[in-house]
Structures are given as structure tokens and as C-alpha cells.
């Protein structure tokens, strides 16, 4: 990474280097020059639009959460289950600890990130920091690698298609947004929420 003069410092967190942080170009990904660990990487969507995305997500996330992910269909009965029906019926199932990391990773820990993330962003996009900007980064570090959307996502297909076999499946409008869901994570978790540090330096808590 070169050295622009003027621009704040940053430090790798692997050796301690420190260098001076500048606007990288697109696909352009700042590596240290001492240990190759990734330092920055180009920030493709501005905070406007990361915001954007954040509450897009988390109507999804309601939709996904309220509509039912299958109906199965045996002869002339008819079943829907939403995810919470899934997790219900775990539960009464003498399967209480799936059911907990079920409504854990699928529930609380995606709710937490998409909250903190608009809350943070709301305040980022016009540069300043949102009230308890320290405690609620620190919370997102320990949240972030819970929600497991893709995962669930994958148990939940190979399940259709196993089901199917035996009934009548058909996907609810749940599973289609808990897809639309995954894609957005996806896109919003290639952007790296340490920037928000630097991005809003220099304003007070
Ligand atoms: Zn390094």
C-alpha cells in the first residue's frame, strides 16, 4: 500500500504495521507489505445505498419470518409452516435445543445485525456516530458470524427435496424471501463494517 501523505493512519491487524490510508479504486484490495494480510478493500456501495440495502433486509426479514416457508400436502390435507410453526413444533418435539439455535441463528442474531447496522448507518450517511457507536460495533463483531441464513437456507432445500419425495411440497413465500434475504447479506457482508471507524472519525460519540 503507498503512502499518501495527509490521509489518517491505519495499523495491520496481524503485525503492527502502520500506513496511511487512501481511496482505493475499484476491485482494489490495500495488502500489507510486511505480512500480505488484506488491510482495505474498495467499498462498491456508498453508506447511502449500504443503508438502503439494511432496510430492504429487514422487511424481508419480516416477510420471511410471518409467511409460510412449506406446504405439504398429503392426499386432501394441507399443512403450512412458518418458521416459527417449525421451531414451535421442534420444541414439542423433545428437540428444545434445536429449536433454540433454530430461532437463535435464524431470528435474534440476523434482528440484532440488521438493527445495529441501520441504526449505525443511519447516523454513518451523514458522518456522524450514532449514540453507543463503540458498544454496538463491538456487539456486531460478536453477533455477525451467528446468523446462519445460508445455512439454513441449504438444510431447508435438501429437506424439500427430500420431503418431496414422499408429499406434495410446495416453497411459501418464507423460503423465496429468506433467499432473497441470503443474497442480501451476501452483498452487504462483502463490505467490511470496520470502515464506519474511519468513515465517521473525527465526530464524537
Ligand atoms: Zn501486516
Known sequence: MHVAPGQP???CEYCDAV?????????EVARCMRCGAILDRHQWLSLDKQFALI???GIVFIIANVEPIVQVS???????????????AMWNDQSQVVAVLAA??????????????GWLLAFARRGERAPGFRQAMVMLYYVRP???IE?????????VVKASSYFKVVPGAGIWS????????TVFASHDARQLWHKTAGNNE
Open 9 to 11: 493512519l491505519m495499523v
Open 19 to 27: 500506513y496511511r490510508r487512501r481511496t482505493l479504486a475499484r476491485r
Open 55 to 57: 432496510v430492504a433486509a
Open 74 to 88: 398429503l392426499g386432501s390435507s394441507n399443512a403450512t409452516t412458518t418458521l416459527w410453526g417449525a421451531a414451535i
Open 104 to 117: 437463535l441463528t435464524l431470528f435474534f442474531f440476523p434482528l440484532t445485525q440488521i438493527l445495529i447496522f
Open 146 to 148: 451467528w446468523s446462519m
Open 151 to 159: 445455512v439454513f437456507m441449504l438444510g431447508t432445500l435438501v429437506a
Open 178 to 185: 429468506f433467499g432473497v434475504l441470503t443474497l442480501l447479506i
